[in-house]
């Protein structure tokens, strides 16, 4: 009788121990409720965290302020896109991890997983469109130089046998030396880490001239300790589009990125962003660019699209 009761009980609780199992594989599961088929959603969804690449001195798009706080039109944005991730997601919170880029970094940064989302003051060319993917498109920008009021050239054919800094791994730097190779014009090409090393050189005489796209060189003038002392001149030699970087064949991210800035421009919201930082007063020295929107950018902000530039 005992024998016949130890196996009873013994049977009833392996009958209750696998009722438990069946309720804990029936309980729901720590996962993301939406459950993304997108690598980046699902690790952003499973850490809680976003790394997010952006600038040090692309004024005013992506840059320090005075309280090594990083600020800008694009950081603005980017920030905006975040948000939108993070309801996507479903998150009850997201760790924003901020990731410092150059031009020379920021596309392996981007490979490498190092940066998950970057939107600073990267053109979006098909020659980069093969190494990473691109976002809709938020500016449009044209290369042009910047020079001292007084004295300096005022457009590329009076560059020959000058000094011409540029910032290493840009547009403007590929342009500049095939402008110099095609037309034979000794140009002599200076390269700098960042804008702001760039702008430094010019400033202190080392070169006569700096090339880059136009918003970023008035941002560059803002920084100058007289900004009344240069100029933006020349004719444009390339027309260029600013989008957000994201790794290659992750369709599935950059459709709630593209979703997130199409509703931005289209809502009007990025064009209030816009007047916050091209025609308000900006740090670090509260000066105000004073450049109203262009044309082409209107027309952006009403139809956007994610077409590389020519």
């Known amino acids: 009788m005992f024998s016949v009761r130890r196996s009873l009980l013994s ?9 438990l199992g069946v309720a804990a594989r029936g309980a729901p599961q720590a996962v993301s409720p939406a459950q993304p088929d997108s ?16 600038r040090e001195s692309s004024v005013p798009f992506s840059y320090y302020d005075n309280k090594r706080q990083v600020v800008g039109y694009s950081q603005d944005l980017m920030l905006k896109v975040a948000d939108a991730i993070k309801a996507e997601l479903k998150l009850p919170a997201l760790t924003l991890r901020l990731v410092p880029v150059t031009s020379q970094n920021r596309i392996p940064l981007v490979q490498n ?4 989302l970057e939107c600073g003051s990267t053109s979006h060319t098909t020659e980069r469109a093969t190494q990473v993917a691109f976002s809709t498109s938020f500016f449009v920008i044209s290369t042009r130089l910047l020079v001292k009021r007084d004295g300096g050239p005022r457009d590329f054919p009076e560059l020959a046998g000058r000094r011409v800094v540029v910032t290493s791994g840009t547009t403007s730097e590929r342009l500049l030396r095939s402008y110099n190779e095609s037309h034979g014009s000794r140009i002599q090409l200076l390269t700098a880490r960042d804008h702001g090393d760039a702008f430094q050189a010019l400033e ?9 796209d136009d918003a970023l060189l008035y941002g560059e003038r803002a920084k100058a300790r007289n900004p009344d002392d240069w100029i933006v001149t020349g004719t444009p030699m390339s027309a260029e589009v600013y989008g957000c970087m994201m790794r290659k064949d992750d369709p599935g991210f950059k459709a709630v990125v593209d979703r997130a800035l199409t509703r931005l421009m289209t809502s009007g919201e990025a064009s209030k962003i816009y007047t916050r930082w091209f025609q308000r007063p900006i ?14 950018l209107l027309k952006l902000f009403r139809q956007p699209d994610d077409r590389p530039s020519p």
Request: charged letters at 10%; glycine letters at 14%.
């Open 39 to 54: 690598p980046t959603l699902a690790r952003i969804a499973e850490t809680g965290t976003i790394n997010l690449g952006h």
């Open 204 to 212: 202190n005489g080392q070169v006569d001239a700096l090339m880059l």
């Open 113 to 116: 997983g190092t940066v998950d």
């Open 11 to 19: 049977c009833c609780l392996a009958l209750g121990l696998a009722g």
């Open 283 to 296: 740090p670090p020295k509260g000066l105000n660019l004073n450049w109203p929107p262009s044309e082409a």
